[in-house]
C-alpha cells in the first residue's frame, strides 16, 4: 500500500521561502510520477507541480519561475522548494503519487494521496 507523509509547511511572511517534502513508501518510487497539489478555503484542489519517472517538470502558471519540484529516488522523497511566497499561496499542499498520468493537473489521475501540510502566507 502507497503511503505519503508531507511535511515542511508552516508560517511565513510574504517574499519568504519553504521546503517542502513528502516521504513515499509502499512503492516502487522511481515508477511512479509524483506531483503536488493545493487546495484553499472554498476553492477547488489545483495542480502546482509535477515531476514523472523520466524526469519531466512542469508547474501551474501561477508558480512558474518561484516553485521548484524535485525528488530523491533513493531518498523516495519528493520536494517542493517555494520562493517569493505570496498571501495566494496559503492553501494546505498535498502529495499525490501514481504510476500513469496522463493530465498532471488532473486529481483524479492520482490514486494515492498524503494527508496535506498547510502552508499559510502572511501579507
Known amino acids: 500500500q502507497v503511503h505519503l507523509v508531507e511535511s515542511g509547511g508552516g508560517s511565513v511572511q510574504a517574499g519568504g521561502s519553504l521546503r517542502l517534502s513528502c516521504a513515499a513508501s509502499g512503492l516502487t518510487y522511481s515508477n511512479y510520477s509524483m506531483a503536488w497539489f493545493r487546495q484553499a478555503p472554498g476553492k477547488e484542489r489545483e495542480g502546482v507541480a509535477f515531476?514523472?519517472?523520466?524526469?519531466?517538470?512542469a508547474y501551474a502558471d501561477s508558480v512558474k519561475g518561484r516553485f521548484t519540484i524535485s525528488k530523491d529516488n533513493a531518498k523516495k522523497t519528493l520536494y517542493l522548494q517555494m520562493n517569493s511566497l505570496l498571501p495566494e499561496d496559503t492553501a494546505m499542499y498535498y502529495c499525490a503519487a501514481d504510476p500513469t498520468v496522463v493530465r498532471w493537473d488532473r486529481r483524479n489521475e492520482y490514486l494515492s494521496w498524503g494527508q496535506g501540510t498547510q502552508v499559510t502566507v502572511d501579507p
Open positions: 515531476i514523472n519517472s523520466y524526469g519531466r517538470i
